[in-house]
């Protein structure tokens, strides 16, 4: 493993800029970066299955403090145990490499169930057990910050920011949004309008550079790595084979490869999870009662609109229309006073049209458009969300982008390092 998170020379310097590393180990044994979990693994997307069985093959690396369920769809915190299960089959043959590897028991007990629903306008509900998880080991008594390393939805941060908003000086947030940030764009809006003093990097392209791998040598490449390296290994390579039919994607990986290379305290420097720089506001355009195609906004912003109707003696935050957007259906809120909203982030550069649907006549079919353009986050106005001095997305340099996929080439060009590293790890569970 390529780290810096070691004694020596390098323990000079996260001193000099004073960093946040213990300084206790007189064996000179690597300090372990405190890591967190929020995965939607068993959701949507399949690839969270790889990223955890590639994280327990590193997980004598890390302190792995919590494992915490955040799934859009059917996952649960079930699905991360699974994963364990299978880890736990192949535990003794890895430990003959790696004795530090933590032990299933101690993985099960730190493994919580978050929430499950993406968050309402206002961008929070009630407490959760992943998200009082959360706030449990952010206050723990410890020189180093707690690394949140967000694989899905951010709504279990948003309400732990919430519910203990003192803890943002004790965390640092990894998010791979795009996707993600579609999906959670409530909850996003709430942490970036209420906690813009949060240290986050918001990966919202440059993680595609570990799957777009046109570039690769054929033996790394997403469709040959299987059965080079992993086919026939242990009950994890066993297991790897039903997502995706053993393709490398991962797209997650690369927020617990950030702390495995490089200087995580320096998110503008090189390492194997990309390269960023700093934003200082969050793209944000608010529609009064609709937009057009002649509307431009930038891709991940938050995309609001909102329309005028009768006032409704229901609560605020109550669905009462729906909004169908690139074919899929988004909650539409009463917002009070007889105004109504609802939010949306496109996960790429495009071209989209919408149309609404509702039981009150003002709200029913509604129809209109927009057009998303890179770079994010695009040009500052009055609409957005301003941010403090540690908050990082994807770089804008265009020789940087793999087609549309800003910054992604930070990733990709590590690829290769990064995934032979691995297949050392898997030579350890051949027969």
Not at 71 to 91: A, H, N, R, T, V
Not at 185 to 200: C, G, R, V
Not at 358 to 386: C, F, M, N, R
């Amino acid at each position: 493993m390529k780290s810096t998170w070691v004694f020596g020379l390098s323990l000079i310097g996260y001193l000099v800029i004073g960093s946040f590393l213990s300084c206790g180990a007189a064996d000179n044994k690597a300090i372990k970066p405190r890591v967190l979990i929020s995965s939607d693994i068993g959701g949507t997307d399949p690839d969270d299955f790889q990223s955890m069985i590639h994280l327990l093959m590193y997980s004598d690396q890390f302190e792995i403090e919590g494992l915490v369920s955040s799934p859009f769809g059917d996952g649960s915190k079930q699905d991360f145990l699974d994963i364990i299960d299978l880890y736990e089959k192949d535990y003794k043959q890895l430990l003959k490499q790696a004795p530090e590897l933590p032990s299933p028991k101690s993985l099960r007990d730190i493994t919580k169930q978050g929430e499950k629903d993406a968050a309402p306008f206002k961008g929070f509900t009630t407490a959760t057990e992943g998200s009082e998880w959360i706030i449990q080991c952010a206050k723990k008594d410890s020189d180093q910050p707690l690394w949140v390393l967000v694989w899905g939805g951010i709504e279990d941060v948003a309400q732990a920011l919430h519910d203990a908003p003192e803890i943002k000086d004790n965390i640092r947030v990894y998010w791979i949004g795009g996707p993600n940030k579609k999906w959670s764009i409530n909850a996003y809006s709430y942490i970036a309008e209420h906690h813009p003093d949060l240290w986050m990097i918001e990966a919202n392209a440059t993680y595609r550079g570990w799957f777009m791998d046109e570039d690769s040598p054929k033996d790394v490449k997403g469709d040959a790595y299987y059965d080079n390296y992993i086919q026939g290994r242990g009950a994890m390579g066993k297991d790897f084979i039903k997502y995706y039919d053993g393709r490398i994607k991962m797209g997650d990986t690369p927020s617990l490869a950030y702390l495995m290379s490089g200087d995580p305290n320096d998110p503008m420097g090189e390492s194997w999870g990309g390269s960023f720089e700093k934003i200082d506001h969050s793209s944000r355009n608010i529609f009064i009662d609709g937009s057009t195609l002649e509307d431009t906004v930038a891709a991940y912003g938050t995309i609001e609109w909102r329309f005028t109707g009768p006032e409704l003696s229901v609560s605020e935050d109550s669905i009462v229309f729906e909004l169908e957007v690139q074919n899929q259906i988004w909650p539409g809120y009463y917002l009070g006073e007889g105004m109504y909203g609802v939010k949306y982030s496109s996960k790429k550069p495009e071209k989209g049209t919408y149309k609404t649907r509702s039981a009150i006549a003002e709200l029913d079919g509604l129809q209109g458009g927009y057009v998303s353009t890179d770079p994010w986050p695009g040009k500052a106005s009055p609409d957005d969300y301003q941010l403090g001095s540690n908050w990082y997305s994807d770089k804008v340099d265009p020789a940087l982008f793999i087609k549309d996929q800003q910054g992604a080439k930070t990733i990709s060009k590590h690829r290769k390092e990064f995934l032979l590293d691995w297949a050392d790890r898997w030579k350890w569970l051949e027969k």
